[in-house]
């Protein structure tokens, strides 16, 4: 029986393809399998970068995390090394990923970090608002416009820089 495969969790460019690592693109190109939020992102990110994707990619999303979770790791269990990228940044915060990570972990196998494009530490980083006390990471708020208020109520006491995601089409609100 082979050793089990890992887990790679590869950081997408946000924005700038040039801001990729020269690892990641090793990792993509080594992978048995890619696991992705959309196939058709990821497809034209493998493109650009001259990796040969046919039948490399699985679809790994919301929609479908649990089940797509087990077996993934079941590929794993059969050694396959699989690559998990999101559409930009870095998967697992605010994207599909953390239920994959904890069902590897759990089963005992490999899970790798690469270190890459975050969202998060980007926006902090040109805030100038870290100061000695730190940071609160919020992540999106609900769709939902009484929760969503309730949540930023909640943050306005928060004495710490908050850093929230939001998609352009519901800034406004």
């Known amino acids: 029986m082979s ?5 790679t969790l590869v950081a997408a460019p946000i924005g700038n393809l040039s801001d990729i690592t020269p690892r990641a693109i090793e990792v993509l ?3 048995t399998h890619i696991a992705c939020e959309d196939t058709r992102v990821t ?4 493109s650009k970068l001259n990796i040969e994707n046919s039948g490399k990619l699985i679809s790994y999303r919301e929609q ?4 797509m979770a087990s077996e993934i790791a079941d590929r794993m269990a059969a050694g396959e090394d699989i690559a998990l990228i999101a559409d930009a940044g870095t998967p697992a915060i605010s994207d599909p ?3 994959l990570v904890a069902a ?12 890459g494009a975050s969202s998060v530490t980007t926006a902090l980083s ?8 730190g940071f609160v990471f919020a992540g999106f708020l ?12 909640a943050l306005a006491q928060e004495s710490r820089a908050v850093i929230l995601l939001e998609a352009p089409h519901r800034i406004e609100a």
């Open 3 to 7: 050793d089990p495969g890992t887990l």
């Open 29 to 31: 190109t080594a992978a």
């Open 43 to 46: 497809g034209k990110l493998l």
């Open 64 to 67: 479908n995390e649990n089940y």
């Open 97 to 99: 990923g953390a239920r």
């Open 104 to 115: 590897v972990r759990q089963a005992g196998y490999r899970v790798l970090p690469l270190p």
């Open 126 to 133: 040109a805030s100038g608002m870290t100061g000695d006390n």
């Open 142 to 153: 609900a769709s939902k416009s009484a929760e969503r208020q309730q949540a930023v109520q």
